[in-house]
Each structure stands twice: as C-alpha cells, then as structure tokens.
C-alpha cells in the first residue's frame, strides 16, 4: 500500500510539471457558450428531426446507400446488427485480433462465439489471407476492420464471403472518409459501424451507427434501437459538461496537470461513470450494467455535436491530410522513413493515427511519453481496452502471432491534433526523432 501511494505521489508530480502534454482526444475548441447551452437544452430528451438531419449528413458524407441507424456506442450499434442477422449460441463471428474488447463482448453477448483473425502488417487491418484461414461452417459474420485511417486490403474476403454467402460487417471506428480504389470504408459490406466515440474521427463525446444494406434486417435494427431506452439523464448532464470540460482543458498546456488532478480525485473521491465503460471484462448473454441498459439510444446532445463535426468535415480532412504529411516529412528527414507503413503515402487516407513498429518501441514510447499521453498507444494487445486475461473474451494465446509481435512494438502519434498545437507537437516530435535517430545510427556503428 504503502510503495502505491509513494508511486502515485511521484506519478501526479511529473504530470502536474508537464508543460507540454498532448491527449490523443481532439476536443470541440470552436465550441461556443451558445452551442454549449444547446447541448444542455438537449439533455435528456427525444429529438427525432434532429437524428433525421443527421442521419442525412452521414448519408450523404459517407457515401452510404441508405439512412443509418444512431445508438448510444458503436459497440450497441454491432450488437443490434448481431441480433438482425439472428446471430447466437453456436454462431462462430471472425474479429481481428487487433481490436477493443467491446467488440468481443458485444458478439458475447449474443452467445455467439469470437475468433480472431490475424492482422495485416502492413495496413494493421484485417488480413484476407488469416480470415480465409478461420471461417468455418459455423461461420455467421465476418468484420473487416479498418485502423487508423488505412483501409483493410479485403477484396479477397469480400469476394469469399459472396461465394460462401456469408455476411460482412466493415468496423470502420477508426477511419472515416478514407478509399480504396475509389470506394470509401464502410460502403463495400453488408453492414458497416462507426463510433463517435471522443478518441475517434468524429468526436460525440459518445455514440455510433449502423448501416445495413438488407432492408428487412434494417428494419429490425430500427425496432431494437426504437425498444432500447435512453442514457439516463444525470449521465447525460455528465458528459455534457465532459465536452466543456475537454474543450477548455484538453490542451497541451493543461492536460497533465489535469491529469494529475483527476487522479487525486480518483483516489479521494467515488465518481459516477460518465463514459459507456461497462466491457472490461468478458460479457454473457445475461449480463447487466447497473448504470445505464445495453443497447441505449444515442443522446441529442450527441447527435448535434456529430452534426457539428460533420459540417467541420471537409476542411477537418485537409488537416488532418496535411499534418500527415508534414510528419512524414519529419521522418523522412530523420532518414526513418522506413519505419512507416507504405499504406500511409497514400492521397486517398484520412488519417487517425500515425501508427508505426519500431524494435525498440518502448524506448521510443518513453521518450514520446514525455510530450504525448502514451497510455492511448492501441494496439499493445491483440484485446485492448479490457481484461488482462485475454482467455475472457475466448481468445486463445499464440492464434494471432503478428498481432502479438506488433503490440510489443507499435507507436502512435495522433493526427488529429488541432491545428493550433500541430506547429508545436512537430517541433517536439523533431527533437525526439533527432534523438532517437542518432542513437539507432550509434547502435548500428557499434555492431
């Protein structure tokens, strides 16, 4: 007890002195006192024309056939699109063994079973070759997953999945307005999630959505979501005070001090949940969450700061285009190009994260840790998010050896840093790269 105080004090002491400390949530800064009350005037409420005006947006932006379906997470957005394809006990549904543990436990929860599929190296999206490999008779979805940005090379599964007349779910969570030969994630599946998730492309703070091509299956998507009740409203006044909390204190100036002090209040204080964190352990057909029911609907409040973003979209892309190149620029002046996946020089990505191995990741994470919270750096793990004990969400050590080989090497660098840090976090990042390019050239000398 004694040694955990002591490693805490020391711990809130080095992030309360840091001066320059970027978070990997790109906050609402445009937000202002007005929109704040109008996500406060939403609170706890029903806004049917409001979803309908978003719904369109997405649509349209993403290039959809059809209307989406809004839920409280992507997570709930999966799990009704399990439940409309009948999926359940005796049902096999392939994940990549580089994902969240809420995507294990929504399948879970169906009763149905995970199993994982290798990631590919060179997109850290879902390998073609590996989920050929796991499909089987009991085989009842397969999900294609698009990290980062970078889209899955997957032509082969879809191809395979037609054939054998097996539906396929696109998780595109973590990449949004990316293509790939012309076509944009999430329009080539039977179905497609996104979330809205804070850490992700489009920040709600929370929330997610569904497409569905089958328009019966579509049909029972929109009765599950119209029987699923609302986050309750205490949750909800929360995190609407969450957004204006992130969007005054999420800076690099401010973040570690403040998370110095939010982990002081962690130990001296019981807080209610404020995020949709019920997953981190394996979940079962009948399990319960004592805060708020699973699935949810998604918040106004949520559906108007995705609205908001949405209208942002077009010149958030060029950003977040532009500072990729800028960072690759960055290594390849450090002659570290070659660290980075090819996939990344591409025109067609939008970028979430610049995501990268290294043989020593750890020392370059340390050495990032100073200026960037690398306690977000996915994927370490093939599960992240979740359980120490993989086995919970029936994965079986050794199935997904790349994946588990890219966790004890992965960076991450955020991409979708605002414009007013990004001159800032490059002039840092030089500094490291500078650093750690003359000590892998010294290595290199000294073998």
Same mark, same amino acid.
């Given at each position: ?22 978070? &990997? ?45 809004? &839920? ?24 990549? *063994? ?22 590919? *190296?060179?997109?850290? *999206? ?67 999630? &996104? ?52 969007? /005054? ?62 209208? /942002? ?8 285009? /532009? ?21 990344? /020089? ?28 690398? *306690? ?72």
């Amino acid at each position: 007890m004694k040694k955990t105080m002591i490693h805490m004090f020391f711990k809130v002491l080095r992030l309360f002195n840091k001066r320059f400390f970027v978070p &990997f949530v790109c906050a609402h800064f445009y937000l202002t006192k007005v929109q704040h009350n109008r996500l406060k005037q939403l609170c706890g409420i029903e806004n049917k024309e409001l979803e309908s005006e978003l719904n369109a947006h997405l649509q349209s932006t993403l290039q959809m056939d059809g209307p989406p379906v809004l &839920f409280a997470s992507a997570r709930m957005a999966f799990y009704a699109g399990l439940l409309a394809y009948g999926i359940g006990p005796g049902d096999e549904v392939i994940l990549t *063994g580089f994902t969240c543990a809420v995507m294990c436990n929504a399948v879970l929860r169906t009763g149905a079973t995970p199993v994982y599929a290798d990631v590919n *190296g060179g997109t850290f *999206g879902t390998d073609a070759t590996a989920v050929l490999g796991c499909v089987s008779a009991r085989t009842k979805l397969i999900v294609v997953q698009h990290s980062f940005g970078i889209p899955a090379d997957a032509d082969a599964i879809f191809k395979a999945a037609e054939q054998r007349q097996i539906p396929v779910l696109e998780d595109c969570a973590i990449s949004v307005g990316s293509t790939r030969q012309n076509q944009m994630v999430g329009t080539i599946g039977d179905m497609a999630i &996104f979330s809205f998730d804070h850490s992700k492309p489009l920040n709600g703070l929370v929330g997610g959505a569904i497409f569905v091509k089958d328009k019966a299956r579509f049909q029972r998507v929109c009765e599950i979501q119209a029987q699923s009740p609302s986050l309750p409203m205490a949750m909800q006044t929360r995190q609407i005070k969450q957004v204006w909390h992130e969007r /005054r204190l999420y800076h690099p100036g401010l973040y570690g001090p403040l998370l110095a002090f939010n982990l002081i209040k962690s130990v001296l204080l019981k807080s209610k949940p404020l995020f949709l964190s019920e997953d981190g352990d394996g979940a079962t057909p009948t399990t319960q969450n004592e805060f708020y029911s699973y699935p949810s609907k998604m918040p106004a409040y949520a559906m108007q700061l995705v609205l908001w973003e949405l209208q /942002r979209w077009p010149e958030t892309q060029l950003i977040r285009k /532009r500072f990729l190149t800028e960072l690759l620029s960055l290594f390849d002046r450090h002659q570290l190009g070659g660290l980075i996946q090819e996939a990344y /020089r591409s025109p067609d990505i939008v970028p979430l994260r610049l995501a990268f191995c290294v043989h020593d990741g750890g020392n370059l994470k340390r050495r990032l840790g100073r200026f960037i919270d690398m *306690g977000w750096n996915w994927f370490e793990r093939p599960i992240i998010a979740g359980n120490k004990d993989l086995s919970v969400f029936a994965y079986v050590p050794g199935s997904c050896p790349v994946a588990e080989a890219i966790g004890h090497t992965i960076v991450n660098i955020p991409c979708h840093v605002h414009k007013r840090f990004q001159k800032s976090l490059l002039k840092t990042l030089d500094w490291v790269l500078c650093h750690y390019a003359n000590d892998v050239r010294s290595d290199t000398d000294l073998r």
